[in-house]
């Protein structure tokens, strides 16, 4: 099995940051894509951010230039560092994880979500 753990979401004012991290363990064989989406109460979940196993990225056009995703593929951990923060980046806030993984005497692909973490921009 895999299992994703995501940490760094809180409370913080209008221009501050936050550093969310999305850790994977489990029987994994290699990683593909790692991304990070976001939710708003209201509103359907979107894709903020992504970065292939070759460390190509791609942002909504909303977080260019103030959001930066990287991965630590020793650690199997990929990383949203975000700067300037607004009201409107309020949301749940999930990575996924473009897998393949050893079950038996297999190995399966697959893509897994984090559990959630609430990042919350208000002054």
């Known amino acids: 099995q895999v299992h994703l753990v995501e940490s760094g979401g809180g409370l913080v004012q209008p221009g501050g940051s936050l550093r969310l991290s999305c850790a994977a363990s489990?029987?994994?064989?290699?990683?593909?894509?790692m991304g990070w989406y976001r939710q708003a109460p209201g509103k359907e979940r979107e894709l903020v951010a992504t970065?292939?196993?070759?460390?190509?990225?791609k942002y909504v056009d909303s977080v260019k230039g103030r959001f930066s995703i990287s991965r630590d593929n020793a650690q199997n951990t990929v990383y949203l560092q975000m700067n300037s923060l607004e009201p409107e980046d309020t949301a749940v806030y999930y990575c996924?994880?473009?897998?393949?993984?050893?079950?038996?005497?297999?190995?399966?692909?697959?893509?897994?979500w984090g559990q959630g973490t609430q990042v919350t921009v208000s002054s």
């Open positions: 996924n994880v473009d897998l393949i993984y050893h079950y038996k005497r297999s190995y399966i692909s697959d893509d897994y």
């Open positions: 489990g029987s994994i064989f290699s990683i593909n894509a």
């Open positions: 970065i292939s196993s070759g460390g190509h990225t």
